[in-house]
């Protein structure tokens, strides 16, 4: 059975820092990539980022660039999410999910989000 | 960045109803669409990858269509399970921007 497990809620003072951990089972870790995904009480989907469990490479949406890090540890097929100097608007349930792809359909992989860890709630309040 | 905006934010209807949602892109994405079903305090479900395939286990009652930058969602016949928000994804490039989600709720 394919699972992402995540870390516990955790509640934050603005200016802190949130790490979270995914850690995956039931597949080849190094297979697949690692998306993290955020979302704000009552609001939509938004894409952070996401990580190559095979070699470390990483990519970042803007908005997070220079505030978040994505690292793996293959030795325990876990994934971390590391978000700095925390601010009210960071509180959100942050989400993340295996990248995975289909190639032969469309001119490149298409990728996709298939299993999705079942959602860390962080809480940034004074 | 690309942006995808989907309509209606929010519809009712009735189980057994013939739903569509309709997803437009910014920019040209071919068939790299990706739709979501996210049910309320639970983490979203893959249901349509590259626009059109199915993905394993999700009832043939939900299809994906479309290429370039309209793209859409159809529940054939709507049951109470499939009252949820859904979200299309693109994954042409990165950031790998999401819809703001369409709400199916009780007619």
């Known amino acids: 059975q394919v699972l992402l497990m995540q870390s516990e809620s955790e509640v934050k003072k603005p200016g802190a820092s949130l790490k979270v951990s995914c850690e995956a089972s039931g597949y080849t870790f190094t297979n697949f990539g690692v998306t993290w995904v955020r979302q704000a009480p009552g609001q939509g989907l938004e894409w952070m980022g996401r990580?190559?469990?095979?070699?470390?490479?990483?990519d970042y949406a803007p908005k997070f660039r220079g505030r978040v890090t994505m690292t793996r540890d293959t030795s325990t097929s876990t994934v971390y999410m590391e978000l700095r100097r925390l601010r009210s608007d960071d509180t959100a349930v942050y989400f993340c999910?295996?990248?995975?792809?289909?190639?032969?359909?469309?001119?490149?992989?298409?990728?996709?989000?298939?299993?999705w860890g079942q959602g860390t709630t962080a809480i940034v309040s004074s | 960045d690309i942006q995808l905006t989907q309509s209606p934010s929010s519809l009712s209807a009735s189980v057994g109803d013939r739903v569509t949602i309709t997803c437009r892109s910014s920019?040209?994405?071919?068939?790299?669409l990706n739709w979501y079903q996210q049910r309320p305090g639970k983490a979203p479900k893959l249901l349509v990858y590259?626009?059109?395939i199915l993905q394993s286990g999700v009832p043939s009652r939900f299809s994906g269509s479309g290429s370039g930058t309209d793209f859409t969602l159809t529940i054939s016949s709507l049951q109470p399970e499939d009252y949820a928000t859904y979200y299309c994804?693109?994954?042409?490039?990165?950031?790998?921007?999401f819809g703001q989600g369409t709400k199916v709720e009780v007619k």
């Open positions: 994804q693109q994954s042409y490039n990165t950031p790998r921007a």
């Open positions: 999910a295996r990248d995975g792809a289909v190639a032969g359909v469309l001119p490149r992989p298409a990728h996709y989000m298939d299993v």
């Open positions: 590259a626009a059109s």
């Open positions: 920019h040209t994405i071919s068939s790299f």
């Open positions: 990580i190559s469990a095979y070699n470390g490479n990483t």
